[in-house]
C-alpha cells in the first residue's frame, strides 16, 4: 500500500481531493494519513493477514505485522464439494448476528448439533434457524424473538441442509 499525509502530500492530496470516499475534502485539513491501494498482484494469491488483531479501543501500528496472504476461499471453505453459499432474507437470527442481505458459508459435512445455527429445508423453502433439542423434540428456533419456532421432530418434509460456519456481514 502507498501510505500517503493527507496534509501536503500528493497522492493523498489526490486522494482526498478526487473521486472517492474523500471527495470534496480540502487536503490541506486532512490530519490523518489515506491509504491508496496499489494495483493488484495477478499472481498473488489472497490478500494480507495480520498477524496482530485489529483493536476495538486504541489505535495498533497492525501493518508492521503483516504475517502472511490470506485468501478468504481458503479459510471459509474447508470441504469444497460440501460447502456453499447463501445469501440471508429477513430477520429472523438478528439476535445471533445475521443480518437481512448477509451472506451464509455452509458446510454440508459437519454433524449439525444442539445449538448450531443451521440450513434446513422446512415446507418448500430453505430457512436459518438455531437447532434445539429439548425435552426430545427438535426445534428450528430464530434468534428474534418476534418469529416463533417450529417443531419438526414428526415432519416428514424437513430436513437439515448443512451446518452455517462462517456469516459475511456487509456494513
Known amino acids: 500500500m502507498d501510505a500517503t499525509k493527507g496534509a501536503g502530500a500528493d497522492k493523498g492530496a489526490g486522494a482526498a481531493a478526487g473521486s472517492g470516499p474523500l471527495e470534496g475534502l480540502d487536503p490541506a485539513r486532512l490530519r490523518f494519513t489515506v491509504f491508496v491501494p496499489e494495483e493488484p498482484d495477478p499472481g498473488r494469491e489472497g490478500q494480507p493477514l495480520f498477524f496482530v488483531p485489529v483493536s476495538a479501543g486504541f489505535p495498533s501500528p497492525a501493518e508492521d505485522y503483516v504475517q502472511e496472504q ?15 453459499f447463501l ?10 448476528g445475521i443480518h437481512d442481505g448477509d451472506l451464509l458459508v455452509v458446510d454440508r459435512s459437519r454433524s449439525p448439533s444442539s445449538g448450531r445455527i ?41 430436513s437439515v441442509w448443512g451446518v452455517v460456519t462462517y456469516v459475511v456481514h456487509k456494513l
Open 118 to 158: 443451521v440450513v434446513a429445508a422446512w415446507e418448500g423453502e430453505l430457512i436459518v434457524k438455531r437447532l434445539k433439542v429439548k425435552a426430545g423434540r427438535v426445534l428450528l428456533a430464530p434468534d428474534n424473538p418476534d418469529y416463533p419456532e417450529f417443531d419438526i421432530t414428526d415432519c416428514e418434509n424437513a
Open 70 to 84: 490470506l485468501d478468504l476461499h481458503k479459510l471459509v471453505v474447508k470441504n469444497p464439494p460440501a460447502t456453499f
Open 87 to 96: 445469501r440471508v432474507k429477513g430477520d429472523s437470527m438478528r439476535g445471533a
